[in-house]
Nanobody, 123 residues
C-alpha cells in the first residue's frame, strides 16, 4: 500500500532553518501535485504552501519570503525549505499529495496525507 513518508521535523531556535521532505513510498505512484499544511494546538489545519503539477506555487501570507516549496520528480518527493523560523511556526506539519499511477484504464490520481512531523521553534 502506498504511503507518503515525511521527514525533517525537529526542534530549532528562532531564526533557524529546517527542511521537510515528503516522498511516495512506491515508485509506481508519482507525485502530481502536493502541498504542506500545518496544525498548531487548538487551531485548525491551514495551508502553508502548495505546488501544482505545472510547477506553480502558492504560499500562505505568513510564510511568504521565508518558506520555499519544491519538488524533485526523479526522487518522487516534495520539499519545504523553512528559513527564518519563528515561534509561531510551531505546529505539526502534514504533507498532502495527489499521487498518479498508470492503470489499464489510464492515469488515475489519488489524494494522500502524510503522518505529520512536529516542528518546534523556540524563542
Amino acid at each position: 500500500q502506498v504511503q507518503l513518508v515525511e521527514s525533517g521535523g525537529g526542534l530549532v531556535q528562532a531564526g533557524g532553518s529546517l527542511r521537510l521532505s515528503c516522498a511516495s513510498s512506491l515508485s509506481t505512484f508519482s507525485i502530481d501535485a502536493g502541498g504542506w499544511y500545518r496544525q498548531a494546538p487548538g487551531k485548525q489545519r491551514e495551508l502553508v504552501a502548495d505546488i501544482k503539477s505545472g510547477g506553480s506555487t502558492n504560499y500562505a501570507d505568513s510564510v511568504k519570503g521565508r518558506f520555499i516549496i519544491s519538488r524533485d520528480n526523479a526522487m518522487n518527493a516534495v520539499y519545504l525549505q523553512m528559513n527564518s523560523l519563528k515561534p509561531e511556526d510551531t505546529a505539526v506539519y502534514y504533507c498532502q499529495a495527489n499521487l498518479a499511477v498508470a492503470t489499464l484504464s489510464g492515469i488515475k490520481k489519488y489524494s494522500y496525507w502524510g503522518q505529520g512531523t512536529q516542528v518546534t521553534v523556540s524563542s
